[in-house]
């Protein structure tokens, strides 16, 4: 349309028509015109929106026909940020810079995608400007010729009546009394074994009322539950099945486009149970009287009620009569978020593996919109997949803006390669969900999008400045609803969290309006993991080490809790001797270090019995340290008061005095054990040897132990011998 010398239309557009518009520049996003003038520009989208849809220039004067250039930084995001206050969430305007000047300016192009079935409406009023209101909320708007009509809401309702028309047996795969199931968006579908069996399983499971299939938009979640609904009806599982859907918009080629939404009210889902069930007359009572008598006729019979899309379903008494079925009947439903609580199995819709994803974009391949795949091979169809995280719909959406498959591949690994997929697909997939996010939740969201790696909850907690409490439980929320991932870090043997990589672009994408605090949440987690909130330098070099995850063992944490200990901070000790035992369970050295703290700081013998008894379990094979472990384990026990406690301490005291013959402590404590058994040969055969090596105090535990032994086993002369060697050693 341009002439990119001049930049001005080419011959034959320097008009405006039905199809575009010329804007001299962008409305600012503050000031006091910017809400008037964004509600213009509003009602122009509007009104190519519920036409064919069309393009607005900004930067070209609409009476000469130059260019001009725009002058306002905008995107994609600030542009539709601005037009959501009047328009339905549905209609997303993709907006570019092109031809940008060296002092910036530009010409700003908004391409405005057409209308579904049914026009959009205006959701909110237009501000007052000399006391009137440009439009209503409720009313629409249209392109007629090159100008924009606005419509009042009572001529929008009889134009969108006008419209209307029948649809009984195309919204339906089965429409006869008692079924009425919905019609299958899919033509074939690819088998997901592993969900399909969840879902089936659930249908049948008698404690469970609701099974509820959660993922973000274009997992399959209405693929999967048509499929479970129909498969019921063909095994007649059911008595009757009424299938409504609550779906107002869908992705295509051209963009998101609105579409007529079945469920309003739960009045209407009164009604449609009424019909499948053969009894219309239901239709004419009150409310009250009506859920009365539906749910009389529903406890009568085995059935299944199907909702697709509950997450746009605002009358909540819908989900309050799902939460309350009679009982033996059963309902499938599919959301964005789980809404219904009661009696309910989540049956989370992920991303598609690798066979079924390839199995996926050869169905495809059979269908006349498609055939300009042609003989795609499985690892072409592995490598566009993954690059749009195995997303069904992503795929297909894909594959729908390509003209060739050398154009999905590049187009897809170009989007890898600069983390940024299609505004269009991120809209539909997270726009809702999002919006209806609480505060922390979007806060955890935007923490996880920072990096490109998974995090420990403890550097969420940080830069969210929230407790830990309320981090993992929304943690658990945002896993549950597909948004967040949770992985298993070997090295910190502990859970940490991140975004698959569609989602991390769309809340980046929605964090371009806000740099600064993109660059606040890269300074919280940057003092957190360099420990800059340690002030102890010694300190500091551990915790660091410890939460950049290059301590791959128990070292850092078990230094820090010695280091807290010789501070008598004995609460951050065992805080901490805690930790490195639930990241390291097999470490000996925690253990044993956090049984001394117990025995000595605590004087909880208990406890320090149990954790040698662990450090013992995983001592080394040889050496000190072994020795060490198991001569405190029977010096603790030999006085546990257990049954057979000197059963189990001469066993360990063994071993310690094996591994090393010269620990007299050891062998002091084994000749003990030994006497207390009656083993007076034993206890000679362990003291003899060392009694002359030992220092003064071993000789005074020994003596009596190895006297005892000799009279025991009449060793007359050993035991003079001992005598005069003692008293000449005490004398020394």
Known sequence: MFDKSTIRPRFGYNHETELWDY??????????????????????????????????????????????????????????????????????????????????RYLGVALIPPRGPMPARFRAGAPLTNGKRKFEKEGSARREGDSTRILSPAKTEAWIQSLHVPTVGNSFAVDIPYFRILKPEYEEFVQRSELGRQIERSLRDGRIAVTSLVGIGGMGKTALATWAALRAYEAQEFKYIVSVTAKDRELTATGIVGLENKLTSFERLLDEIADVLQFPDLRELPIEKKEEEIRTLLGSDKGLIY????????????????????????????????????????VDIGTMNDREVVAFVLMLTKQAAFKHLGRITPAEALRVGSAWNGIPLAIRWAFARSKSVAEAIASAEAAVAIGRQSEELLEFSFRRVFDNLSPLERKVLQVLSVL????????????????????????????????????????RNDYCYTLLPITRAFVQHDMRSNTAQARDLHKKLRDWFEAYDVRSSDERLIVRQLRQGGAADDTALVDLAVAAERENKLDVAERLFQQALSRAPRSWRAARLYGEFL??????????????????????????????????????????????????????????????????????????????????????EVLESRFDRGDSKFRSIAYPVLLRAYDRTNEILKAAELKRRFAESAHD
């Open 23 to 104: 804007k001299r520049d962008c409305p600012p996003k503050n000031g006091p015109n910017a809400d008037a003038a964004w509600a213009n520009i509003a009602s122009d989208v509007l009104a190519f929106h519920n036409q064919q849809g069309g393009l607005i220039f900004f930067g070209v004067d609409d009476a000469s026909f130059q260019f001009v250039g725009a002058s306002r930084m905008l995107d994609s995001k600030m542009f539709n940020d601005q037009l959501r206050r009047y328009l339905p969430d549905n209609i997303f305007v993709e907006y570019s810079r092109e031809f940008i000047q060296d002092d910036q």
């Open 307 to 346: 909702v697709d899309n509950l997450e746009t379903v605002d009358d909540v008494r819908i989900i309050d009569f799902l939460d309350e079925l009679p009982a033996g009947v059963r309902a499938i439903v599919t959301s964005r978020r789980s809404r219904v609580r009661v009696a309910v199995r989540p």
């Open 452 to 491: 490109q790696r998974a995090i420990p909850i403890e550097a969420i907690v940080a830069s969210t400045a929230s407790g830990n409490v309320d981090v993992i439980d929304s943690l658990d929320d945002l896993v549950n609803d597909s948004l967040a991932v949770r992985e298993f870090d070997t090295n």
């Open 599 to 684: 025995r000595h700081k605590r004087q909880d013998l208990a406890g320090a019995l149990r954790l040698y008894g662990q450090a013992m379990a995983n001592a080394p094979a040889r050496g000190p340290d072994r020795s060490l472990i198991y001569r405190e384990y029977g010096i603790l026990m030999k006085d546990s008061g257990e049954p057979d406690a000197a059963d189990k301490a001469s066993v360990a005291l063994k071993e310690a005095v094996t591994e090393a013959p010269n620990d007299l402590i050891a062998a002091g404590a084994l000749a003990g054990v030994l006497d207390r058994k009656g083993a007076s040969r034993a206890v000679i």
